[in-house]
């Protein structure tokens, strides 16, 4: 374990967020465990001031500096982020492993900071204290196990009580993702994004209905984005208890070095489809063989401000995929659900199957529950809807 003392700097206390009684762990990380929450990214001297501050105001006892990546003309697309853990700083220090340097030399070493020695850490559970962890289902079909290459994906969302701040993300794949959120205000809002391959940029060949222009972005990654919300067009103002349809195609061409992904959602007040646009995304090398033109089912939720620690909660499913040769839907039969928390940190989350077996409910922050659990297992298969009959061409 390679040690040193970080610089100099005033103020190590609470408020301070200073450097001087900080141990620097370098090439050394808590490997396996889970942080609590992210500082945002780490660049300079400033950023790391902002994650001891961060790390001390959280009351945990240490942090990890990692990751980020650069596209093939030197743009961070992905930075490296402070990730605070709720271990004491002896705990931290007993879990510490030594981990491979960057092989991106632009990328710094990772780092794991222990605060001063004289600072408590609380390793307690409190409700309301940080952000719900985010919660990911990941759907499998009997097609899917046996390696068919799949080419549409759909998935229900139904939200009793929408949260502010939250993003029901319903279905993710591969290299985007489309959902429904909640912001401040009555503000809703659907999207849907697909990240650049490295070195390439998106194409927006269709905006979404109501949307008259194209937008990118960049922070984590870059890429193509629609983003409706309930002001712009009346079918983004999707309404509680209420189940909506999204459902992302895709289509490779022929040379295998692009692919065109389209978006849809279906609500159920008026029983119409919505386009939330269509993204051409080329890539440097032919990916015929590479899995198929759309891969990794699966959905998240997931708090993005409002207030700290709240409870949220979705409905996620049933979920369907298409597969290459077929025109048929198939039923996801089972579902393997991760979270960015350790139920021994987060006693506060739950994802249980529904009472049909068909569907998976999820629910982050808010207070412990007596019995938190994270399902894992076989879901009944669900005949698909009629309106995935009706997808627009």
Not at 176 to 186: K, T
Not at 211 to 231: D, H, I, K, R
Not at 278 to 299: N, V, W
Request: proline share 8%; net charge negative.
């Amino acid at each position: 374990m390679r040690a040193r003392g970080a610089e100099e700097e005033h103020g190590a206390g609470v408020g301070g967020g200073g450097s001087s009684s900080w141990e620097v762990l370098d090439l050394m990380d808590a490997v396996g465990l889970k942080p609590v929450t992210n500082t945002g990214a780490v660049h300079t001297e400033k950023d790391l001031k902002r994650s001891r501050e961060m790390c001390l105001s959280m009351e945990c006892g240490g942090f990890a500096v990692k990751g980020g990546a650069y596209d093939a003309t030197g743009t961070c697309v992905d930075p490296p982020r402070g990730y605070i853990y709720r271990k004491t700083q002896s705990g931290l220090r007993d879990l510490a492993r030594a981990v491979p340097p960057p092989t991106d030399t632009r990328l710094p070493n990772t780092a794991l900071w222990l605060a001063p020695p004289d600072f408590h850490a609380d390793t307690s559970f409190r409700p309301f204290r940080e952000p719900g962890t985010a919660m990911h289902p990941r759907w499998k079909t009997p097609s899917m196990i046996q390696g068919c290459k799949m080419n549409g994906y759909a998935c229900r969302i139904c939200v009793n009580e929408p949260v502010e701040g939250t993003f029901y993300m319903t279905c993710g794949f591969h290299c985007g993702y489309s959902g429904i959120q909640e912001h401040a205000g009555g503000k809703k809002q659907v999207l849907f994004s697909v990240w650049a391959a490295p070195g390439c940029k998106c194409e927006v060949l269709a905006c979404a209905e109501g949307l008259g222009e194209a937008c990118g972005f960049s922070g984590e990654g870059s890429g193509a984005t629609q983003q409706v919300t309930n002001a712009v067009a009346a079918y983004a103002d999707w309404k509680s208890g209420t189940p909506y349809t999204l459902c992302v195609r895709a289509t490779m061409e022929a040379d295998g070095y692009a692919t065109i992904f389209e978006c849809d959602i279906f609500t159920p007040d008026d029983a119409a489809w919505y386009r939330l646009g269509k993204i051409r995304r080329p890539t440097q090398s032919d990916q015929r063989a590479a899995g198929g033109p759309l891969q990794g089912p699966h959905s998240f939720i997931e708090p993005f401000g409002g207030q700290v620690g709240s409870r949220r909660s979705g409905t996620y499913g049933p979920a369907w995929c298409r597969f290459e040769g077929s025109d048929s839907w198939e039923s996801a039969t089972s579902v393997e659900i991760s979270s960015t928390g350790d139920l021994d940190t987060f006693p506060n989350q739950m994802a249980s199957r529904t009472p049909d077996g068909r569907c998976v409910h999820l629910q982050t922050g808010g207070e412990a529950f007596d019995d938190p659990k994270i399902y894992k297992g076989p879901l009944e298969p669900s005949k698909p809807p009629a309106e995935l009959s009706t997808l627009p061409a």
